[in-house]
T-cell receptor
C-alpha cells in the first residue's frame, strides 16, 4: 500500500522569506501523480501544485515550486516570498490508479509578520 | 460555476441516530469519493464510486454506507453514528480518464457525535 509521510508537523517562516515543506512517499508503482494541497482556516482544500511522475521537470506555479526526486521518493514544496495568506495546513498527496488520493498527516505553516 | 456541494456543513447529533450527508457535483464527473480528516492522520478515504451504481470501500469504510443512483449525487450514510465518527468529512469528484485527473473538493462537513 502507498504511504505518504510529512515529517514536519509545524513550521514557521517570516514574511517574504522562503520555506520548504518535506514529503516522502512509498510506492511500487512507476506511473503516478503527486500533489500539494493547502487548507486555510476556512477548511477548503485548495490544490497548490501537481507533478506527474513521468515528467522530469519540476512543476512551478508562481511562488510555489517542487523538488521532485523520483529515485528518492521525495516531493518537497518550496514557497518563495512567503505571504501572510500562505498560513495554512499543507497536505502532500499521492495518486496512482483508480483516482484514490493518499494523504500525509499535514504540516501547519505559520507565516509571521 | 463548477463546484462540489455538501450539506449540512455542520452537524451535531447523538449516538445511534441515523444521518445522511449529501454530496452533489455539477461537472459530470464519473468519480466521486468520501474522505474523513482527523488530526495527525490527514485525510483517509471512506468509500468511492467510479460511476453510477459502482461503489467500493476505501481504507476506513466501517460504519458508513454510500449509494450512487445518479451521476451527480453521492450521499454518505451513517446508520448508527458513534463518537469515533466525529470528524471533518470531505466529498471529492473528478474525471476518470484523460488528463483531467484533478479532484475537486466540497467545502467539508463538520460532524460531532455525542
Amino acid at each position: 500500500a502507498q504511504t505518504v509521510t510529512q515529517s514536519q508537523p509545524e513550521m514557521s517562516v517570516q514574511e517574504a522569506e522562503t520555506v520548504t515543506l518535506s514529503c516522502t512517499y512509498d510506492t511500487s508503482e512507476s506511473n503516478y501523480y503527486l500533489f500539494w494541497y493547502k487548507q486555510p482556516p476556512s477548511r477548503q482544500m485548495i490544490l497548490v501544485i501537481r507533478q506527474e511522475a513521468y515528467k522530469q521537470q519540476n512543476a512551478t506555479e508562481n511562488r510555489f515550486s517542487v523538488n521532485f526526486q523520483k529515485a528518492a521518493k521525495s516531493f518537497s514544496l518550496k514557497i518563495s516570498d512567503s505571504q501572510l495568506g500562505d498560513t495554512a495546513m499543507y497536505f502532500c498527496a499521492f495518486m496512482s490508479y483508480g483516482n484514490k488520493l493518499v494523504f500525509g498527516a499535514g504540516t501547519i505553516l505559520r507565516v509571521k509578520s | 460555476e463548477a463546484q462540489v456541494t455538501q450539506n449540512p456543513r455542520y452537524l451535531i447529533t447523538v449516538t445511534g441516530k441515523k444521518l445522511t450527508v449529501t454530496c452533489s457535483q455539477n461537472m459530470n464527473h464519473e468519480y466521486m469519493s468520501w474522505y474523513r480528516q482527523d488530526p495527525g492522520l490527514g485525510l483517509r478515504q471512506i468509500y468511492y464510486s467510479m460511476n453510477v451504481e459502482v461503489t467500493d470501500k476505501g481504507d476506513v469504510p466501517e460504519g458508513y454506507k454510500v449509494s450512487r443512483k445518479e451521476k451527480r449525487n453521492f450521499p454518505l450514510i451513517l446508520e448508527s453514528p458513534s463518537p469515533n465518527q466525529t470528524s471533518l468529512y470531505f466529498c471529492a469528484s473528478s474525471f476518470t480518464s484523460g488528463n483531467s485527473y484533478e479532484q475537486y473538493f466540497g467545502p467539508g462537513t463538520r460532524l460531532t457525535v455525542t
